[in-house]
């Protein structure tokens, strides 16, 4: 059987599965809509959550990030673990206990204003269709290489599977749709990182390999070796400022607590207690994935290096013809992948090899090398958006192609496909459904049409996930980053705007209905201009991206914690210039804070 076709028969299984819990677990009611009913075992919500949360980023860009940014990579596993202790001890408890379905819905009701609301509505669409287009262009990206089409016609099917059971199920549908994709997504993650490992440095644990030897030097030294030898800076060396890499954590942590389409998931669970274990369940599943992946991440670029030239695994002459790959004789999953457009190989200097190296090295002696060998420039990268070369490598293929360039069983590529395809679209059916949510019950039932019938908010949540599929494929198809950055950047909307609104509202009862809108207001529009400023969404960027430019040194990825701190000095001074918050709000926050029994959801 070939690969293309165990890889149908394996994602269609899994397709199969996803969409029988879906018409099993389909919501009849909003509160099954928005919340599953809020009946959900910890155990199991723990595991949902955990699929809900690691998206296209965790699964295909993360360890892809890592690869290429080696050290500097780490903040993404340090920013978006870190968070999940933060929403474990900060917000979960508490917000469970208020009992409201959305995080728009606390909000009014802690700050005691519809506009309020609005203005947390406005936030959480800004975050979630930020977020959700990483989701999507991940989704093309996995469709587009197991289906054989560009990345337009792989998005379009993926966009049509999560408007099935997305609109359908509704949070009752994802919640056990996506304990079914954790596992197949937890599955296809570590088979192939356990084999690579084996395979590398005889050890099966991922996590153990990445200390382990290759030949008489530790791996770790070994890939240093190889990326320095084709002029690119040291594995194990950052590139990142200190307070660049503090900016990025801290970023990545609060905006995991004010992620909106995780906060709803400990609403899903019957009591406050089980909102704690549900997060510390979340963090375990969790962890499974986040410490295999900085051996996924540097395995990755071991093989890719080494597979391109091979006198790296062997001490030859790097710079000897025979050396690099022959063109013609490239291995099939390159093939394979340049159909998708995200490697290219373009043959500059006519040798019919393909030279793959840093052509903008600091490092004289090797480029003077490189030039007498007839290197003409890097040869590997893929094709941009314009139709020219790009002379990098597209990070975010670097998972799925891994266990094809470790020359894997079919199988196990096929199941990297169906994990692939698992992490994409669970977390942007959590994304659509918040937005759905935002729209029908925060706007629609709670402000704009108070009468509404049950059946018509439920209609009205289906259409709000309908039209939001529409604009998350269009977000996807036109990304302003690769899809780990895209997500971060998500990550920083969600620290500047409802995070600190969100703690404010928690444990500072003075906190006012003014200085609540002002800083939400305040730290969404700084962090979203920085943003579109040097990365460009729907427009081209007004400044070029690099250290130079950036605000003390902060990067786009970071900037949400400036965000949050003009956030926090914006609400406290407007809230001293105004009217004082009433007294039974402070009352009702200070009962908040006491865990003495849960609230029972209710729909206003």
Known sequence: MDLKTLTFIVVGLSFALYIGVAIWARAGTTKEFYIAGGGVHPVINGMATAADWMSAASFISMAGLIAFLGYGGSVYLMGWTGGYVLLAVLLAPYLRKFGKFTVPEFIGDRYYSNAARIVAVICLIFISFTYVAGQMRGVGIVFSRFLEVDITTGLIVGMGLVFFYAVLGGMKGITYTQVAQYCVLIFAYTIPAVFISLQLTGNPLPQLGLGSSVGDMGFLTKLDTVVTDLGFAKYTSGDKSMIDVFCITLALMAGTAGLPHVIVRFFTVPKVHDARISAGWALVFIAILYTTAPAVGAMARYNLHTTVNSALATGGDIFAPEASLEGETRPGWMKRWEATGLIRWDDKNGDGRIQYYNEKSKDEAFLAKAEAAGWKGNELGATAKDGSFEGKVDRDIMVLANPEIAGLPDWVIALVAAGGIAAALSTAAGLLLVISSSISHDLLKGIFARNISEKGELMA???????????????????????????????????????????????????????????????????????????????????????????????????????ALLNVTVAYIVSKFTAPCPEHIQHLVEGIRYPRGAATAQAH
């Open 461 to 563: 949540g289906r259409l709000a996930a309908a039209v939001a599929v529409l604009v998350a494929g269009y977000l996807g198809y036109n990304p302003p980053g690769f899809v780990a950055e895209v997500v971060a950047f998500a990550f920083g909307l969600a620290c500047a705007s409802l995070f600190p609104t969100i703690v404010m509202g928690i444990f500072n009862k003075r906190m006012n209905m003014q200085g609540a809108i002002a800083g939400m207001l305040a730290g969404l529009v700084f962090t979203m201009g920085y943003i579109v400023y040097f990365k460009g969404i729907f427009i081209e960027p007004m400044a070029k991206n690099e250290a130079a430019n950036w605000l003390f040194g902060i990067s786009p990825e970071g900037i949400g914690v400036v965000g």
